[in-house]
């Protein structure tokens, strides 16, 4: 065996992130679901990395309300086989603006999440709201859009409620990344469904396949993803239990 052929090629980081609402109007049921959505994804992507040997899915949450904060921390991803699991608890008000600043100062190599920019795949970027934002986001917004990280990434949001779908596209821009639901067992199910099926898509690849629009960004995994939640709301409906309680 020459030397070459015991060179171990080093998995990729598939970087996942959710930015969970916690604003008081998520009290009560709506938090519930999202808590009980959000910590089984965790134990899914740790049975994606077993079975990936070309990629390493790592996970962040940011919870926002009238502030920000990392649940997974603020030095960077976090394994999600490792991660014990804290519920978000709901209060204060709709600070997205203040999200998507924060969102872009972590989407950086120099002291960002993004320090394995070499080694690193698109991010997934799931956005989950329930209402208009009560701060404003416009620049902030604006600014986030310019982040190179930002534009190659796989962008999907989950409205919820009162939610303003619009913002929500503006967020992703493309209004098939943008779900809404009014029930919350969809809300529950829903999350894990996109966070799964675009996780999936990206971490072995499927995103940098050839697209068959000849005019279509190559870097654009969010149109892909689109793709392949539509072909799997099938697996979505058959996977909804409502009898099921957390």
């Known amino acids: 065996?020459?030397?070459?052929?015991?060179?171990?090629?080093?998995?990729?980081?598939?970087?996942?992130?959710?930015?969970?609402?916690?604003?008081?109007?998520?009290?009560?049921?709506?938090?519930?679901?999202?808590?009980?959505?959000?910590?089984?994804?965790?134990?899914?992507?740790a049975s994606m990395n077993k079975e990936n040997p070309d990629a390493f899915i790592k996970f962040a949450l940011m919870e926002f309300s009238t502030g920000v904060n990392w649940k997974t921390g603020i030095d960077g991803l976090v394994d999600p086989a490792e991660y014990k699991w804290v519920d978000l608890v709901a209060d204060g008000a709709t600070s997205f603006g203040l999200a998507c600043k924060e969102l872009n100062n972590k989407l950086s190599v120099s002291h960002g999440f993004m320090k394995q920019a070499s080694g690193s795949m698109s991010p997934v970027i799931i956005l989950i709201s329930d209402g208009e934002p009560t701060d404003s986001y416009s620049v902030a917004l604006a600014e986030l859009k310019k982040n190179n990280w930002f534009k190659v990434a796989a962008k999907i949001a989950i409205?919820?409620?009162?939610?303003?779908?619009?913002?929500?596209?503006?967020?992703?821009?493309?209004?098939e990344t943008v779900i809404h639901t009014n029930d919350v067992q969809e809300l529950k199910n829903l999350i894990k469904f996109v966070a799964i099926?675009?996780?999936?898509?990206?971490?072995?690849?499927?995103?940098?396949?050839?697209?068959?629009?000849?005019?279509?960004d190559p870097d654009d995994t969010t149109s892909v993803v689109?793709?392949?939640l539509k072909q799997a709301q099938a697996a979505l409906s058959d996977a909804t239990d409502p009898g099921e309680e957390w």
């Open 226 to 228: 689109a793709d392949a």
């Open 159 to 175: 409205g919820y409620g009162k939610a303003n779908d619009k913002v929500l596209e503006e967020f992703t821009g493309n209004p």
């Open 1 to 45: 065996m020459g030397m070459i052929d015991r060179v171990e090629v080093p998995r990729k980081v598939c970087p996942v992130i959710i930015l969970a609402d916690k604003s008081i109007s998520m009290d009560g049921l709506p938090i519930g679901s999202e808590n009980a959505a959000i910590e089984g994804i965790l134990p899914e992507l």
């Open 197 to 216: 099926t675009s996780s999936m898509v990206v971490s072995t690849g499927q995103a940098t396949k050839s697209n068959t629009d000849t005019n279509a």
